[in-house]
Each structure stands twice: as C-alpha cells, then as structure tokens.
C-alpha cells in the first residue's frame, strides 16, 4: 500500500532544484525521534511532498519518491559532520535516513499560509505540528494537496 510523506528542507540548504540536479539524494541529518520512525516507517515507491520551510514564503514546491528504506544514517558517525552524534554506535545506530528521488514540480507551490486556510486540512501534521521535518500525510490529505496545488492563486 502506498503511503504518502512530506519531507521538509532549507531551500539554501538543499532546495527541490538541488534535487532534481542530482537525481536522488540521502536524506540525512534528521535528529527527531519521532521523524525517524516516519522514516523507519518508510517503503520504497511512496510518495512525498518537498516542503521548502525556514525561507521567506515556505510551502510544499514538488513531488518525490522514496528509492531506499531506512538505513543508518553515517553522518552520525561522522565525526566532521554537524550531525555526528557521539552517543550513536555503528552497532546499534540511533539514526537513520531513507534515499529519496525527483519526481515532480508542482504546478503551483502550496504554502503555509494556505494549508492553514484550508479548513479540510486542519487536523495534518503540518499544522498541528510545523516544526516536524519529516510527517505523515493521508491519502485524503494528498489529494486535496494536489488540488490546491492546481490553484493559480494562494495566499502568501
């Protein structure tokens, strides 16, 4: 059964541009407990909104697909990397990440501001809880993403 997610990211960190440039990409650094079991939750061919947060006018701008299930993320024992995590042991590592690709630009960003006018969209994740980066998204939920996505004007 096809599951659906949106995944969050700092467009001057890594944008959906960058994505499509690269194809796929590992989607590491998360250090949530609750994110990481989305993504321990995670099948290869669901699907997930790219969600550009922490910019000027933040919003789900595009489409990807999870390629790789969970696996331990190695920025944790990196111990150059901003996310290395001292605590975490190759043996039994705390963190882990799946590979996501490029699927698709949406036809119009959706942001913030108009899920949150959205009154069918009230109980998801990204309203009830902005701050988590990696979420759970309904099948309802997706659908009525894509509507919206096909709408010309928005809200900012």
Known sequence: MLHYWLFKSEPDVFSFDDLKRDGTTPWSGVRNWQARRNMQEMRAGD???????????PGAV????????????????????????????????????????????????????????EPRLAEMT?????RLSVQPVTPEQWQIMLELARETTQPA
């Open 126 to 130: 990204l309203v009830r809880n902005s």
């Open 47 to 57: 699907l997930g909104f790219f969600y550009h947060s922490s910019c000027a006018v």
């Open 62 to 117: 595009g489409i990807c697909r999870v390629v790789r299930t969970a696996y331990p993320d190695f920025t944790q024992f990196d111990a150059a990397s901003e996310y290395f995590d001292s605590t975490s042991r190759p043996e039994h590592p705390k963190w882990y990440m799946v590979d996501v690709e490029y699927v698709e630009p949406l036809p119009n960003a959706v942001t913030l501001a108009r899920v949150r006018a």
